[in-house]
Nanobody, 125 residues
Framework: QVQLVESGGGLVQAGDSLRLSCVVSGRTLNRYAMGWFRQTPGKEREFVAAISWNGASDLYADSVKGRWVISKSDAASTLYLQMNRLKAEDTAVYYC??????????????????WGQGTQVTVSS
C-alpha cells in the first residue's frame, strides 16, 4: 500500500521561508516522478512544482518560479519543497503526489495518481 504523508506546514509571515516534506512508504522513489499541488477554498487544485523520476529536471508554476525549489531524496523516500519569500497568496493546503507511471517527467500527474492528505500553509501579510 502506497502512502504519502506531508509535513512542515504552518503559519508564517510574508517574506519567510518554509520547507515542506512528503514521506513516501510502499514504493521506492528512484523510478517515479513527484509533484506538489495546492488548493484554496472554492478553487481547483493547482500545480505548483514537479520533479522527474531521476531528479534531472523540474517544472514550476510561474507564480513560484525563482522562489521555490523542489527536490527529492530517493534514499530517504522523501519529496521536499523549499519555499522562500512567501507571499500571502501562497496560503493554501499543499499536497504531494506520486506518479503511478515510472520514468516520467511529472508533468502529467493527475487525480488518478497517489496523493497525500495535505498540509496547511498560512502566510500573513
Amino acid at each position: 500500500q502506497v502512502q504519502l504523508v506531508e509535513s512542515g506546514g504552518g503559519l508564517v509571515q510574508a517574506g519567510d521561508s518554509l520547507r515542506l516534506s512528503c514521506v513516501v512508504s510502499g514504493r521506492t522513489l528512484n523510478r517515479y516522478a513527484m509533484g506538489w499541488f495546492r488548493q484554496t477554498p472554492g478553487k481547483e487544485r493547482e500545480f505548483v512544482a514537479a520533479i522527474s523520476w531521476n531528479g534531472a529536471s523540474d517544472l514550476y508554476a510561474d507564480s513560484v518560479k525563482g522562489r521555490w525549489v523542489i527536490s527529492k531524496s530517493d534514499a530517504a523516500s522523501t519529496l521536499y519543497l523549499q519555499m522562500n519569500r512567501l507571499k500571502a497568496e501562497d496560503t493554501a493546503v499543499y499536497y504531494c503526489a506520486l506518479d503511478k507511471i515510472a520514468w516520467t517527467s511529472g508533468r502529467d500527474i493527475n487525480e488518478n495518481d497517489y496523493w497525500g492528505q495535505g498540509t496547511q500553509v498560512t502566510v500573513s501579510s
